[in-house]
């Protein structure tokens, strides 16, 4: 391992075309800014990581006493703000989805090359600001900004935060109409939408929610900005607004904005089990379909975040019922992800254990959600720990499980080089148990009544948020571990070759990594998508 | 540290019984689907792993089987759905004899104010198994009355009522919390329920230092702010006459019809402005700013005493006010 052969003249890439900083910060290449993301997300991942740490270290003990009240309160507030608007959100798309979109349809780049850069720079402008709040003081309303504390009670720099986000969320508009065009405009002749891969299915409805949604989010914001700044009466009712009508626009889109962090997951899971499996995806059209409703009952849904909120007994029962309605989706494509490893020829890599582990811990997420689309137990657990459980479950145990599953099977593709496979498994073991024992704990903390948000509870909840603790800190040197091996995999690592899990999927047939315009010449698909009966070559890694 | 490892909440309430058995049930299924899941995800990899079955079988898929698995859960989740909502039913609809205790929620504390006089700051007495419905409302941001011992819980919102209610089942202390984030002292904005037995309870009410119910502290600010100079209780004054207004539909000035609810009373003294009565003047002043929520909900319970046939004994008949609306007055104050 320690002497790596590198090819005397190496191949000219996307990466070795040119070293300057200009030729990055500049670049219009959608791979190139598929890096920069990379690089940005992860920086504000461990940022929301170390406030998710110190919020575990607090609440060791009954008392509030490692931090004063405001400053807990500042630090769930950084976490949700950051792990949603900064990480989640952009993880998969901008991430994977920038690289892959259109190495998956055989394009040489996005349909707006230029625009994909602007919204990394808007992103990157938004986390500037974030910072900026955080050093300046922090914010104390939590991810959800409900009034009217935020538009006038809290004591924190609400405004820049907000701002923030705005800017944010116009870079994953630029990302989702990118996206949307190109899948309809550039896919490569012959690449019919019945032989997409699943992963650009996914992408298209994810991009779908990102531009009806997100700005819903961004009106309700710059409102309570303007509640804030100029008193002007819209959601205040001393200044004759209703606080209700920001819940109904906040979660018009953060509901579905649940489906933009799962839905790029659900892609890259059906890549991974397909291509781990050697076996066409069971129930393709399924699991197409599953997706586009998704998208569509996910707008649906919203106010089952209200229903404890003042809002009609009658408007309820519609939420909850169509909550039921959504569920139906994302309980077929588990049943189809299982289905296909039956009969399948399963290798355990690591992207594989991290699709299973994707697989049981979102059924636990989903399965969860059902007692909270139950009117009747939702009244009990609302705002509990059972919901930090339940969507942790989703966000961490489905969209970052999902995120580390694609990031290893795409890495040899994206840095030319073989992530280590046994570091990859002890990380994806750790992952699994340190999540478990971290949020397993906080269902039963929130049925027995938990409130969320608390910086100190009664003395009988102790034990369990020893565990939670606990499994916090595994959970840490599970996310630290794949930082490190990767990193040192891009000097030290097996050169990867171009297709080193014998996969079908367009972006396997370029060499890795791929020159800048992706194929040498436009390729013409003529087969299906996961085709494995046609693949004769085997997979060259373990 | 290690000696309580509580894994069930306590029961205390009649709609605990049914949530948790909900619970149950829902515990039940999702279990053994999960189970499911996670069995068939380990014997599919480990039986057909590469080294036992080194060619994939192609399968394209089975429309029987999508079937099965799209209408099997969506059967169970229908079960789910019913029950789920008839709990929630029962939970939004207070029964019509429940005994009231107003709310007010402020940062960083909650009071209790029966409506025979006792106030109580962060601490709630209430008697074993009668059905108590509590009218809340917050003087600033967004609060939550929860009391999971009882399977309840409520957004408190400023500006309007929002109502709950719960029937104890089992004497004791419980916990309360606020469980809508609130600022700094969220996490201490916590108090407790004290469930009595009737009799200890009404031993409790009477005695302490009540200055009168909360009825007549609302008639004396009722007087003191001028009301009734035009709310005279004939129909001779400016304003309209509130005897047996309370849960009547008025007819407005626009040719609506609104119910004289506690919100309608709230806002009426607010911002007289909003819903003036069908042949009256718009000359009432706004009192905002002049009375505050505890005052407000005073001025509500006296308005509320006018519809009531007879001023209730404060302690003895409470056993079984009168269902709203009232009938009609039989007698003005």
């Known amino acids: 391992m320690a002497t790596v052969t590198v090819p005397a003249v190496e191949r ?3 990466l070795n075309t040119d070293f300057t900083v200009k030729s990055w910060l500049l670049t219009t290449d959608h791979k190139r800014i598929a890096i920069l993301y990379l690089l940005s997300i992860t920086a504000m991942f461990f940022v929301g990581g170390i406030a998710a740490t110190l919020i575990r270290i607090e609440l060791l003990t009954p008392a509030g006493d490692l931090m004063s009240s405001d400053t ?5 507030s950084i976490h949700g703000i950051i792990m949603v608007f900064f990480f989640l959100i952009p993880s998969i798309p901008a991430v994977l989805g920038n690289f892959l979109v259109p190495m998956m349809i055989g394009a040489k780049d996005l349909a707006f090359p230029k625009i994909n850069l602007a919204s990394w720079y808007f992103y990157i402008t938004g986390a500037g600001l974030l910072m900026y709040v955080i050093l300046t003081g922090g914010v104390d309303t939590g991810w959800t900004f409900y009034v009217p504390y935020s538009s006038t009670y809290s004591n924190s720099n609400v405004i820049t935060a907000i701002a923030g986000i705005f800017l944010a969320g116009f870079s994953s508009i630029f990302t989702g109409f990118n996206f949307i065009v190109t899948i309809h405009r550039m896919r490569a002749p012959g690449l019919t939408w ?18 009806l949604g997100t700005p819903v989010v961004a009106i309700a914001l710059s409102l309570v900005a303007l509640e804030r700044a100029f008193h002007m009466g819209i959601f205040d009712p001393r200044l004759g607004g209703d606080p209700l009508l920001f819940q109904h626009m906040f979660w018009f889109y953060s509901h579905p904005a649940v489906y933009i962090m799962i839905l790029p997951s659900m892609a890259v899971i059906s890549e991974v089990v397909s291509t781990f499996s050697r076996k066409r995806i069971f129930g393709y059209m399924a699991v197409a379909l599953a997706s586009i409703s998704i998208a569509v009952f996910g707008f649906l849904v919203w106010a089952h975040h209200m229903f404890v909120a003042g809002m009609s007994a009658y408007a309820a029962l519609v939420f909850s019922l169509l909550s039921y309605f959504v569920a139906v989706p994302s309980a077929i494509k588990v049943f189809n992800w299982t289905a296909t490893m039956y009969k399948g020829s399963v290798s355990l890599n690591t992207p594989m254990l991290y699709a299973m582990g994707f697989i049981g811990l979102f059924t636990m997420g989903g399965m969860t959600g059902l007692y909270l689309s139950a009117l009747g137990i939702d009244v009990q657990v609302h705002h509990t720990y059972f919901v930090i459980a339940h969507f942790h479950y989703i966000m961490v145990g489905g969209a970052v499980m999902g995120y580390l599953a694609g990031i290893h099977y795409w890495w040899p593709k994206i840095s030319g080089r073989m992530y280590p496979e046994a570091w990859g498994k002890i990380a994806a073991g750790t992952i699994f148990i340190g999540f478990n024992l971290t949020f397993f704990p906080q269902f039963v903390l929130g049925y027995l009544g938990m409130p969320r948000r608390y910086h100190s509870y009664p003395p009988e909840y102790q034990v369990l948020n020893v565990m939670s603790t606990a499994g916090a800190s595994i959970l840490a040197v599970g996310y630290v571990l794949p930082l490190a091996y990767l990193l040192w995999s891009l000097r030290y690592g097996e050169v990867a070759p171009d297709n080193p899990w014998a996969a079908t999927g367009l972006e396997w047939r370029t060499p890795s990594p791929p020159p800048t315009e992706n194929f040498p010449e436009t390729p013409i698909v003529t087969w299906e998508a996961y085709d494995y009966s046609t693949v004769r070559e085997e997979p060259v890694a373990r | 540290m290690w000696q309580t490892l509580p894994l069930w909440p306590v029961r205390a309430s009649t709609l605990a019984d049914r949530t948790d058995a909900l619970m149950i049930f829902m515990l039940a299924v999702t279990g053994f689907f999960t189970v499911m899941i996670f069995i068939l995800i380990f014997i599919f990899a ?10 994939a079988t192609q399968i394209e898929g089975s429309n029987a089987l999508e079937a099965t698995w799209t209408l099997i859960p969506f059967g169970i989740f229908m079960v789910m759905f019913i029950w789920g909502a008839g709990i929630y039913m029962t939970w939004a609809q207070p029964p019509p004899d429940a005994e009231e205790i107003f709310v007010v929620g402020k940062q960083w504390m ?7 006089g006792q106030r109580e700051i962060n601490q709630m007495h209430v008697p074993l198994g009668r059905a108590i ?3 809340m409302i917050s003087q600033d941001v967004i609060h939550g009355m929860f009391l999971p011992e009882f399977r309840v819980k409520q957004d408190v919102l400023p500006g309007r009522y929002t109502t709950t209610w719960f029937q104890t089942t089992k004497p004791g202390r419980y916990h309360v919390y606020c469980h809508e984030y609130c600022g700094t002292a969220h996490a201490g904005m916590i108090g407790e329920v004290v469930v009595m037995e009737p009799a200890a309870y009404q031993a409790w009410l009477s005695g302490g230092n009540a200055e009168g119910s909360l009825a007549s502290t609302g008639q004396k600010l009722f007087q003191q702010l001028g009301c009734a100079t035009c709310h005279r209780f004939d129909t001779q004054g400016r304003g309209p006459n509130l005897v047996g207004l309370y849960g009547k539909p008025v007819l407005l000035d ?18 007289p402005g909003a819903k003036v009565v069908a042949g009256f003047r718009p000359i009432m002043p706004t009192f905002q700013g002049i009375v505050n929520e505890e005052q407000l909900l005073s001025l509500v319970a006296y308005i509320r005493s006018l519809s009531q046939p007879e001023q209730r004994e404060p302690v003895r ?9 009232a009938p009609s007055p039989t007698r003005s104050r």
């Open chain 1, 194 to 211: 019945g032989r997409l891969p699943l992963f650009i299915w996914s992408h298209y409805a994810t991009s779908v929610i990102m531009v």
């Open chain 1, 12 to 14: 000219e890439n996307y």
């Open chain 2, 46 to 55: 480990m039986r057909f792993r590469r080294a036992r079955n080194p060619v």
């Open chain 2, 110 to 116: 909650w009071k209790f104010q029966h409506p025979e």
């Open chain 1, 72 to 76: 807990y309160n500042k630090m769930f």
């Open chain 2, 254 to 271: 626009d040719g609506r019809t609104v119910t004289a609810d506690d919100n309608y009373i709230r806002e009426s003294i607010l911002t």
């Open chain 2, 133 to 135: 419905r509590l009218t």
């Open chain 2, 317 to 325: 008949n409470r056993a079984a006010p009168p269902p709203h609306p």
